[in-house]
């Protein structure tokens, strides 16, 4: 069963910082383009961040940009979301995504076909 398991999620206060990591169960997410998005109470699911399947490109949604950064560790299996300098407004169920196998569409616009359970961020003010 393809499975990804989200970590890192918590309490912290606003001004602070926090990583969240993303791990796939199966191999073949190394090759594929993988992604964060997150959901508040009452509001849609909203984009954060996507990167490539090598790890070298990735984008931003605006309301982390210059704040959070995704990475991917050198197996590939497992990706990585830094959020600093952290806002009452990021509180919300932070989810990873992946593309399918072989898929490299690096963007908020794109299909992701596997989701995790989600894991909560909440920064107190």
């Known amino acids: 069963q393809v499975q990804l398991v989200e970590a890192g999620g918590g309490l912290v206060q606003a001004g602070g910082s926090r990583r969240l990591s993303c791990t796939a169960s199966?191999?073949?997410?190394?090759?594929?383009?993988r992604a964060w998005f997150r959901q508040a109470p009452g509001k849609e699911r909203e984009f954060v961040a996507a990167i490539s399947w090598s790890g070298g490109f990735a984008v931003y949604g605006d309301a982390v940009k210059g704040r959070f950064t995704i990475s991917r560790d050198n197996g590939k299996t497992t990706i990585y979301l830094q959020m600093n300098s952290l806002k009452p407004e990021d509180t919300a169920v932070y989810y990873c995504?992946?593309?399918?196998?072989?898929?490299?569409?690096?963007?908020?616009?794109?299909?992701?076909?596997?989701w995790g359970q989600g894991t909560q961020v909440t920064v107190s003010s």
């Open positions: 995504a992946s593309q399918a196998p072989n898929s490299d569409y690096v963007g908020g616009e794109y299909e992701y076909d596997y």
């Open positions: 199966a191999r073949m997410f190394r090759n594929a383009a």
